[in-house]
């Protein structure tokens, strides 16, 4: 039951982690792996606020106001660029893997390579019945069943969230209608930033962060969202959820050091059986990416 | 002058690498990041059919090859249908589950602390100890190789893989064998890197799992997208380039931690400036489309 509990509370990160990237992969088709090096971003925006003497309530939305700058720097600099070329995927992946090199050394030279925490000592642990929980893990979970909730009400209720969906099934069209498909890309690379720095916020919180931690969160996220079915957002939720019970079955019944290789046999497997996803419908070979 | 030796050894080893990356990404359209694990599967077979079972070199370069290139069946013949982004997402979960059978079979590979004490370079009984040497035998083998490549490129076989990197549609449509033709650039490809990899082992004399990590795969794509696909003189430049950039960052006198650091941020940049201006590479012929 602590395995549950725990792994469901990773798996909401992790679904968090997947919406974020999967806003971006379903609406634009880009790659966008710089997401990684944003989610290594936060925390160290957030310890140079609490350093400087400002406290949490200035330093997370800073912290999220910096990263969602970064993903429009992602956007404005690369992906827009090779959009108007028309350049195919392999392209927007290069240069999302240079941007996420640049990133990632930049925090190295600034702050170093070291793991760093944001609190110091044993976190409180709450008992219930026979399950305990750390407070990190409790406000991580809650934090991303909230902010999964509202992102869902979103697009299902608001003119906004309607675009995106639209976005998702056909960018051109949208554009011919008269929608500004450039402000909305805009809008989804800041917003998909602005999650991933809630996630690595709450993961930060709970078990420290260093720089090189964000590729391991943005793979997750992509399994996530390849496991869901490409362009459904629920799917990637679910397939994030599932990924964090598989993965702290894992590591239970044998070592945390599979933990990394299970996630990607697990990838395997569903591309093999089901290649178009959990959630995702079939297509045909010439409709495929 | 022995600097200048290794720094030659270095080179040939990864223009091996580079052309075999260059098979996969300029001729048969398939980009990988998995190259790095196929390369040490080279390397840890040489290593231990030369420690364990008394093998001499060259024999223990065939093992690598064919080590390297069994393991591309296992990955090829289950994925050979996706393309685009899938694959790429298929080659990393093959590079980060390879990576962790190296770091967790202690068993065979010793795990974290590596094998050492690996015998030099040797062709029937003369051992190639200096480094002059070893430059002018690996030299002859990666002219053999390279020979082999551009032969393979104006065959009937090279034709095939172009048309099919080209339109895979159209390829069919004229009765191309798509799926063979992958499955055997891949395992030429394959055999070639772990070719290299049984020559950097018997070289440095030491391996451990960090010399295969995912890092050294894009340091291998980014010789191929810098130097240029599509053709046999890309990929050399494309390695010498990306060869002599730590080299000449170490002039400018860093201090040894910044350094590793500046060089990752530099192959960042020159990725996203290739992809901007020239996505072919500097000498290549084939750009993504």
């Keep these: ?289 | 002058m022995n600097y200048i030796f290794h720094l030659l050894i270095y080179f040939e080893i990864y223009v091996i690498v580079a052309m075999s990356l260059n098979l996969l990404i300029g001729y048969s359209g398939l980009l990988q990041v998995a190259h790095a694990a196929y390369y040490g599967i080279g390397a840890y077979t040489a290593a231990l059919l030369m420690l364990k079972s008394g093998f001499s070199f060259l024999p223990a370069l065939a093992g690598a090859a064919i080590a390297a290139g069994v393991m591309s069946l296992l990955v090829s013949l289950p994925t050979w249908r996706f393309r685009g982004d899938y694959f790429v997402m298929i080659s990393l979960a093959v590079q980060v589950t390879i990576y962790a059978i190296m770091y967790n079979w202690t068993d065979l590979t010793n795990g974290p602390y590596g094998l050492a004490g690996i015998p030099k370079p040797a062709l029937l009984n003369s051992i190639y100890a200096t480094q002059e040497s070893i430059f002018l035998f690996y030299g002859s083998i990666v002219v053999l190789l390279a020979g082999i490549l551009a032969v393979l490129k104006q065959s009937p076989f090279g034709r095939s893989l172009q048309a099919m990197r080209d339109d895979e549609l159209a390829a069919r449509s004229v009765g191309l064998p798509v799926r063979l033709l992958k499955i055997e650039s891949f395992l030429i490809a394959s055999a070639m890197v772990g070719v290299a990899g049984g020559m950097y082992t018997a070289y440095v004399s030491y391996i451990d799992p960090t010399s295969f990590t995912l890092d050294e795969s894009i340091l291998m794509l980014s010789m191929v997208i810098v130097g240029g696909t599509g053709n046999v003189r890309g990929p050399i430049i494309g390695a010498a380039v990306l060869i002599a950039i730590p080299e000449i960052l170490r002039f400018l006198a860093l201090p040894d931690a910044i350094a590793a650091n500046m060089r990752l941020l530099v192959y960042g940049l020159l990725l996203i400036l290739m992809m901007h201006l020239r996505p072919q590479g500097l000498a290549g012929k084939y750009r993504f489309e």
């Design chain 1, 1 to 289: 039951m602590q395995i549950l509990i725990n792994g469901t509370i990773q798996g909401l990160l992790f679904a968090l982690m997947g919406i974020a990237f999967s806003l971006v992969y379903s609406t634009t088709r880009v790659f966008h792996i710089a997401l990684g090096a944003i989610y290594a971003l936060a925390p160290y925006i957030l310890l140079f606020f609490i350093e400087n003497g400002h406290g949490w309530v200035m330093g997370i939305p800073a912290a999220m106001m910096v990263c969602a700058i970064a993903g429009l720097i992602c956007e404005e600099t690369l992906h827009w660029p090779f959009h108007r070329k028309s350049a195919p995927p392999e392209v927007h992946l290069i240069g999302s893997l240079g941007m996420f090199l640049i990133i990632i050394q930049l925090i190295a030279l600034c702050w170093g390579n070291d793991t760093q925490v944001l609190r110091s000592g044993i976190d409180q642990v709450f008992v219930i019945g026979n399950i305990r929980l750390a407070r990190a893990q409790l406000v991580g979970g809650v934090i991303s069943l909230v902010v999964l909730g509202i992102f869902f009400l979103w697009l299902r209720r608001s003119e906004l969230g309607m675009q995106f969906r639209a976005m998702a099934d056909n960018p051109i069209l949208l554009s011919l209608l008269g929608r500004n498909v450039r402000n909305l890309r805009r809008l989804v690379f800041m917003l998909s930033a602005t999650m991933a720095a809630i996630v690595s916020i709450a993961t930060a919180f709970d078990v420290g962060f260093d720089p090189h931690g964000g590729l391991t969160a943005v793979l997750a996220g992509v399994v996530a969202t390849i496991m869901g079915g490409r362009g459904s957002f629920l799917g990637a939720a679910v397939a994030g959820v599932l990924l964090g019970l598989i993965r702290s079955e894992v590591v239970w019944h044998f070592s945390a050091r599979w933990e990394e290789a299970a996630t990607f046999i697990l990838l395997a497997l569903i591309l093999f059986y089901r290649p178009q996803g959990l959630f995702g419908r079939a297509m045909r070979l010439e409709e495929r990416p």
